[in-house]
């Protein structure tokens, strides 16, 4: 009879792991040991890591880059082309001063007086435009300064934005009584969204209503003048020249007189929104709103067209409230199109009922 075995206990380690080399041989792993030598030390590079590489990819993409100006060469041709001109209309001017005081000498100082009433005139033109730049600058700047106001909720930054607001609109009569309301208020709102809010409404909600009002009765100009006119190349003139004047009395409500550079500037930026927000090509989807509301029954086929490109003019008149606007709408709401569809087609049936009469 064999003598039976007592129960014992075994100890398992777990195996290691081996890695299979390149000729198909499992590899012995390598002991742990410490490394004197910092050069046998290697470091996985950051884009190979995996990990790294999905938080990347996770990540909040960065900021677009500022796009550059113009073209070196094309400042440098402009430079010289304008200074080579200046010499030309300066080497002209003294010539017929000259020739003026050759005929006789009141001729001469006639001349002369005219060129320096010439010259003192454009120096006030190029004042003016500079001037009316930098507002337009500035104002750019407050409705960034207030958008970064609004997103970190800072009372000293929406303080001082109001500031500024306050200064601009001291031409309007109808924010006097709005003035003095956010003086009052000055230390009374702690957060700056709240008190950005509430200098929305006090000074911009009157001029919103008066934009509203300028951009309607373009859109409806526009309308009557395009259901009417006989071709085609006729509407989109004065489709073009409304638009422009639209622009041009927005920019004179919210920060006075844009200029001729300023209102390329102006123009520049509501193409821009425009193309944005993708609403360049949006007649057809305007014909097809006005033939689902069932207006198309109600009203004529030109007025129909003139409805369409009154609300193409529409369109473009919230854009620039968009881009000349000294604060972003937040505390009051963003006019729609819906409005003024409603009173074009409610205009266009007045019409239609008028002339069949």
């Not at 206990?9 to 742990?32: H, I, N, W, Y």
């Not at 677009?64 to 082309?81: M, W």
């Not at 509407?235 to 200029?259: I, K, Q, S, T």
């Amino acid at each position: 009879m064999s003598q039976t075995r007592r129960p014992a206990a075994f100890r398992l380690d777990p195996p290691e792991p081996s890695k299979v080399g390149e000729d198909g041989q499992r590899e012995t792993p390598r002991k742990p040991r410490a490394v004197k030598d910092a050069a046998q030390i290697v470091v996985t590079p950051s884009e190979d890591d995996f990990f790294e590489a999905a938080d990347a990819v996770d990540a909040a993409p960065p900021p677009p880059v500022a796009r550059k100006g113009g073209s070196r060469l094309g400042r440098i041709f402009l430079t010289a082309f304008g200074l080579l001109v200046s010499l030309g209309i300066g080497l002209w001017a003294d010539r017929l001063i000259r020739d003026m005081f050759a005929r006789s000498d009141w001729l001469g100082w006639l001349a002369l007086a005219l060129a320096a009433t010439a010259l003192l005139a454009l120096l006030a033109l190029i004042a003016r435009e500079a001037f009316a730049l930098s507002r337009l600058a500035s104002v750019e700047r407050m409705r960034r300064r207030a958008e970064d106001a609004y997103a970190l909720n800072d009372a000293a930054s929406a303080r001082a934005v109001i500031a500024d607001l306050s200064g601009l609109m001291q031409s309007h009569p109808d924010t006097a009584a709005g003035r003095r309301a956010l003086k009052e208020l000055e230390h009374d709102v702690i957060d700056g969204s709240d008190y950005l809010r509430i200098a929305e409404q006090a000074l911009l909600r009157p001029l919103d209503a008066r934009a509203q009002k300028l951009v309607l009765d373009a859109a409806k100009r526009v309308s009557v003048v395009t259901a009417v006119s006989p071709r085609a190349l006729v509407d989109v003139a004065y489709v073009l020249f409304e638009a422009a004047r639209l622009v041009r009395r927005l920019a004179e409500l919210y920060c006075g007189r844009p200029g001729f550079f300023g209102f390329l500037r102006l123009s520049r930026s509501v193409v821009a929104h425009l193309a944005v927000t993708g609403s360049m090509a949006m007649g057809e989807a305007l014909v097809q709103q006005v033939v689902g509301h069932g207006l198309a029954a109600r009203i004529s086929t030109r007025l129909g067209e003139g409805v369409v490109n009154g609300m193409m003019t529409a369109r473009i008149g919230i854009a620039a409230m968009d881009a000349i606007r000294p604060l972003p709408f937040n505390a009051v709401e963003r006019p729609g199109m819906g409005d003024f569809l409603k009173a074009l087609t409610r205009f266009a049936a007045q019409e239609k009922s008028a002339s069949g009469k």
